[in-house]
């Protein structure tokens, strides 16, 4: 049965194609969204440019017709802008009273389903107006579009019951077909069936038809770090491959995820020169209260957010902070391959618009993002660049994403079938035995 759906302002903010998702039903917009959006379209940030978004389509769609009628939509549906009226606010429950937003909203989505013979439904990630809603008997639903299912998230590590022979040509021959076709880059362990000891680590190809061991790495390791299992031993195969693009790596704290990522970006740029520059960045959110703003140029100014990205770059290079018996002239490693113009660290704010050839780029704190900010990410790779998004969904500061709508749990489940991608989960942290403890304690 056709529906109406009623959607808030925070459902544009987050989408600002949301309005045309509904396939053939109907959209509803209360008149009050247009005030709100008024208000956040002057933000700087991801907000202000989504609130700008929604108003230019809206003018677009006013072209065709009055926004008070029910406009149609090229899927089949309709968007209309409905009024709010006073009468309808003065019936909300005493709790409720005032003209705010969200109760204008409610009022609306009321008013609609005593006049419409089809379920009316309010949208909305705003989990208090969906209680609200529920309480005067509506129907009430978060914006799924963009959601995936975490609990079935996409691991790409497989196992895989095979006969000795199957493994020892897997190594004779360098390659071997697989008994049917997996996903592209997936990691798979190969156990034999007789002796669950004797195992075998192999990546399948982009074709998802064969499978090929993981390189033997280094004695010194790459970039001198040594991975410690075999998901950081399949995420650091993945990292080196030139053939993948794309790689995520998901894990929980300590598992070594943005380590292992800065060391291959080390190797690819500075011992290989694969790349031209090793390029870093993460977003700017601050984890409980922020500090406010900080003294100095932009380098002063981000060094407390980068920091634990300079923590694993001298833990690689063997550097540490100066000290008193040190030359005045010494620099950290870091600092160093900056001056060379090896190494960039920014902050994500400042990537819109460029356009990114020939380099490694980690974005770290990934599970920070929307799909929307994770897509902008992507859309920047030129010619020739790798993307490496790393990030935990345990630790998301982010308000307006969780561990099924976040941009990097997005971008996993989207790409999984790509040959241009890769991913892995990471389980077993290796930072310290403390770590990890608390890791499964608290």
């Not at 129907?139 to 995936?148: L, R, S």
């Not at 770059?313 to 113009?341: N, S, V, Y």
């Amino acid at each position: 049965m056709k529906k109406v759906y009623v959607l808030d302002t925070n459902v544009l903010l987050h989408d600002p194609a949301a309005m045309l998702r509904f396939e053939d039903n109907d959209v509803v917009l209360p008149i009050t969204i247009i005030e709100e959006l008024d208000r956040f379209k002057k933000h700087p940030e991801e907000m202000g440019r989504n609130a700008r978004q929604v108003s230019r389509t809206l003018d677009d769609l006013r072209q065709r017709a009055s926004l008070t009628q029910k406009i149609p939509l090229d899927n089949g549906g309709t968007l209309q802008v409905a009024l709010c009226h006073k009468a309808t606010v003065a019936q909300l429950p005493p709790g409720l009273e005032g003209d705010s937003g969200d109760n204008a909203i409610l009022a609306t989505a009321l008013e609609l389903q005593r006049q419409c013979q089809c379920p009316v439904v309010l949208v909305s990630k705003d989990t208090n107006l969906r209680i609200k809603a529920d309480a005067l008997g509506l129907a009430a639903e978060d914006y799924e579009t963009d959601k995936i299912d975490f609990d079935d998230l996409y691991t790409g590590v497989q196992d895989l019951l095979v006969d000795a022979d199957y493994i020892q040509a897997l190594f004779k021959d360098g390659s071997v077909d697989l008994p049917q076709a997996q996903l592209p880059n997936q990691a798979i362990t190969l156990i034999d069936q007789a002796n669950p000891q004797h195992t075998a680590l192999g990546t399948v190809s982009s074709s998802g038809t064969t499978l090929t061991p993981i390189p033997k790495f280094p004695h010194n390791g790459i970039s001198r770090i040594h991975p410690r299992n075999k998901e950081q031993k399949f995420a650091l195969a993945l990292l080196l491959n030139d053939q993948v693009p794309l790689v995520t790596l998901v894990g929980r704290a300590g598992t070594g995820k943005t380590l292992l990522a800065i060391a291959a970006g080390l190797q690819k740029v500075a011992d290989e020169k694969v790349y031209h520059r090793l390029l870093i960045a993460r977003p700017i959110i601050p984890m409980g209260k922020d500090l406010g703003y900080l003294p100095g140029d932009i380098t002063e100014k981000m060094t407390p957010w980068m920091q634990p990205l300079y923590d694993n770059l001298d833990l690689i290079l063997g550097t540490q902070a100066p000290t008193a018996h040190k030359p005045a002239h010494w620099r950290r490693g870091h600092e160093e391959l900056m001056e060379q113009g090896l190494l960039q660290i920014e902050a994500l704010t400042y990537i819109r618009g460029r356009s990114i050839p020939q380099q490694f780029l980690i974005v770290d704190e990934a599970q920070n993002l929307t799909p929307h900010e994770v897509k902008t990410i992507l859309t920047r790779a030129g010619e020739g660049t790798k993307v490496v998004l790393t990030g935990d969904t345990d630790q998301i500061d982010n308000p307006y994403v969780d561990a099924a709508s976040n941009g990097l749990t997005y971008a996993v489940e989207r790409f999984k079938a790509e040959p241009l991608a890769a991913h892995i989960t990471l389980r077993q942290g290796e930072r310290s035995q403390l770590a990890e403890r608390a890791v499964m304690l608290l």
